[in-house]
């Protein structure tokens, strides 16, 4: 007898062989199957095949034994379940084959045990299949496919996947009967390289168009499927959804691709130090191009391999102090080197912590204010070189106007002085021009000297003790004849609780009421103005009101700076000498402001503050009477 298939005994087999008689008696039984059972052969020999087998314990062995000569399985394999020596049982394969030699009948028994899955098989039923579990409970895609790439078998989840309730649907399809074109083909012609160089593919990522233009990924590895014969008859593969996965791994590369595009092209130096020996990891086109170094030859080193030791050691401790404190740190300026030369940087540092929370990394933006620095440099340098001009000019002005109002006074006392004499009428309307004259060239003078004396720091303010009605007196007859000229009235109301005995400086006071009422003399074509004088906080403040009685007061938000100039024009500066501008050395002296607007053929108010304290009451300068508005409205008109 000579077995067929995988039961085929040789020289070498580990396969038991037993020859038993027509009775069923072991006549012969190699060492293999002895020690299946569990026995030695010396001990197996002219012992019932019952001993090991026991379903041939009846009396018609050759009977029992028929149905195992003929074939059952592949290549007459039949399961048994023998009994090993300890009594535990045993499940195996055995094919069964007859001889004939001389007039007895031998049978030959093959006996090999089960393989593991056989006995998963013993386990869960001979019915057992193990592929269709897998098939049908994988959530993977499990296909097997011909030679041709037709489907011959695909598992549940790979026909849900198709849209199919029944996997057998799908049988003789291809995968242009499910996918587009894109991945049909190139799937088809993978497979087709497949079975001609039978190279597996292993965890290869593939892209599945849709015909109604879905996208998914899958992950897959491949093999050739052979036959017994080792020949390739088709492939099988599984293959996993990563959808989600890929879509995320995209979004990602974008994202990165987006932030790295934003590092690249920062018009700053940013790098990235690692925590341990901070060394660089990552430096921009702006930092390569700062240093003058290629990025290839930054990368993996730290500053020690560029900078002096001194610079390194600056650089090292400061990025130590960053990963120690766990926060920003901003160095405004710090200098290096490089192949351009010096350099000045203003740095901000910050580490980045892992998922610990420790610090992996450090990164750092350097801007270069090389240039910044040096225009502020010379911007100082420029600056002080005018502020030094300016207080040369401002000195000399001081030095020039003093030096001429000191003649212009001595050309006016002297025409004073001839004034008092007998003139002819011709002669003293001469003299009265050039007194008038000199009086307006020395007021130039005064302001001149007044503003150079403000830009040269040299103004002080007077505090002596003043009777304010007189002064206000005198100042308002000075201006009375101009606003007769005009035909206008002039006013000036001193409220009663207003002090009469106070300490400042009268001479500035009189040169705002001036200034103050000039302008709104020059600037009223007709109507009146008026200044009244109250107190606040036992100060005294000073109001200056012109215009026409019957137009309502514009609000507070109309008013202007008085001391700019702005609303003049140019016609009317050169009509008037007197303008706003006269104000600005007695305005901006004591640090506060004057304001005032002008608008025609309307009543305006001019709100003027300036502090008085109260004082002992001093020497009138004109004890032989007092004003006559001490505090009532009265009009001085016409040269009053």
């Not at 409970?137 to 695909?154: E, G």
């Not at 086109?285 to 730290?302: D, F, H, Q, S, T």
């Not at 070189?385 to 003093?402: C, D, M, R």
């Not at 001391?563 to 009317?572: A, N």
Request: hydrophobic content about 35%; overall charge neutral.
């Amino acid at each position: 007898m000579q077995p067929n298939g995988p039961m085929r005994p040789g020289a070498d087999t580990a396969d038991g062989i037993v020859t038993v008689n027509d009775q069923g008696v072991i006549e012969s039984v190699n060492v293999s199957a002895a020690h299946l059972f569990g026995y030695s052969v010396e001990e197996l020999a002219g012992c019932k095949l019952s001993l090991l087998l026991p379903v041939f314990a009846s009396d018609r062995f050759d009977c029992r034994l028929a149905p195992y000569v003929q074939p059952a399985g592949p290549a007459g394999q039949h399961r048994f379940e023998g009994r090993h020596k300890n009594g535990s049982p045993i499940a195996g394969e055995m094919v069964a084959g007859q001889m004939q030699v001389g007039e007895r009948r031998l049978f030959t028994l093959l006996l090999r045990e089960a393989k593991p899955a056989s006995r998963a098989e013993a386990v869960l039923g001979e019915d057992c299949d193990l592929l269709a579990i897998l098939l049908d409970n994988l959530p993977d895609s499990i296909y097997f496919k011909d030679v041709a790439s037709r489907f011959i078998r695909i598992s549940k989840a790979c026909a849900a996947k198709f849209g199919l309730t029944n996997p057998d649907d799908a049988v003789g399809k291809t995968d242009f009967d499910f996918f587009g074109e894109e991945h049909a083909r190139q799937a088809y012609e993978d497979e087709q390289q497949m079975i001609r160089t039978g190279e597996a593919a292993m965890a290869l990522e593939e892209k599945e168009t849709y015909p109604d233009g879905r996208v998914t990924w899958c992950s897959s590895t491949k093999m050739p499927l052979r036959d017994r014969q080792g020949r390739a008859i088709g492939t099988f593969g599984i293959s996993r959804d990563i959808t989600e996965r890929k879509n995320a791994t995209l979004e990602l590369q974008k994202v990165t691709r987006f932030l790295d595009s934003i590092v690249e092209n920062l018009p700053i130096m940013l790098f990235i130090k690692d925590a341990v020996h901070l060394r660089f990891e990552r430096l921009n086109k702006a930092g390569e191009e700062l240093l003058g170094i290629p990025r290839e030859r930054v990368l993996g080193k730290n500053d020690y391999d560029f900078f002096p030791k001194a610079e390194a050691d600056f650089f090292s401790a400061k990025d130590r102090d960053v990963l120690r404190g766990k926060q920003l740190v901003d160095i405004p300026e710090e200098e290096i080197v490089t192949t351009h030369g010096k350099r000045f940087l203003h740095t901000r540092k910050i580490p980045l912590m892992d998922e610990d929370g420790r610090a992996a990394h450090l990164v750092g933006i350097s801007e270069d204010i090389t240039l910044a620095k040096e225009a502020a440099q010379d911007l100082q340098k420029a600056k002080d070189a005018a502020e030094a001009a300016s207080q040369s000019k401002s000195e000399f002005l001081a030095n020039v106007s003093h030096e001429i109002r000191t003649p212009m006074n001595g050309i006016i006392g002297m025409t004073e002085l001839a004034l008092d004499t007998d003139l002819k009428p011709d002669q003293r309307e001469y003299l009265n021009m050039v007194k008038a004259s000199a009086d307006a060239l020395l007021d130039v003078i005064n302001d001149i000297l007044d503003f150079s004396k403000i830009e040269a720091g040299k103004l002080d303010l007077d505090n002596s003790p003043f009777a304010l009605r007189d002064s206000l007196g005198d100042t308002m007859k000075t201006l009375a004849l101009r606003a007769h000229k005009k035909g206008l009235e002039l006013a000036c109301h001193v409220l009663p609780e207003v002090p009469d005995h106070l300490m400042g400086d009268s001479g500035r006071l009189r040169q705002i009421i001036v200034n103050l009422v000039g302008n709104a003399v020059k600037f009223t074509d007709s109507g009146e103005v008026v200044v009244t004088v109250g107190s606040v906080c036992q100060s005294a403040i000073l109001c200056a009101r012109y215009g026409h009685r019957h137009s309502a007061t514009p609000p507070a938000s109309d008013f202007r700076p008085l001391c700019s100039g702005r609303w003049l024009d140019h016609t009317q500066i050169r009509r008037h000498r007197t303008g706003p501008g006269d104000l600005r050395p007695a305005c901006g002296a004591d640090g506060r402001s004057h304001y005032g607007r002008k608008r025609a053929r309307r009543r305006e108010h001019v709100p003027l503050q300036r502090p008085f304290r109260s004082g002992d009451r001093p020497a009138r300068a004109n004890p032989g009477g007092a004003p006559p508005w001490p505090g009532e409205f009265a009009r001085p008109g016409g040269r009053r």
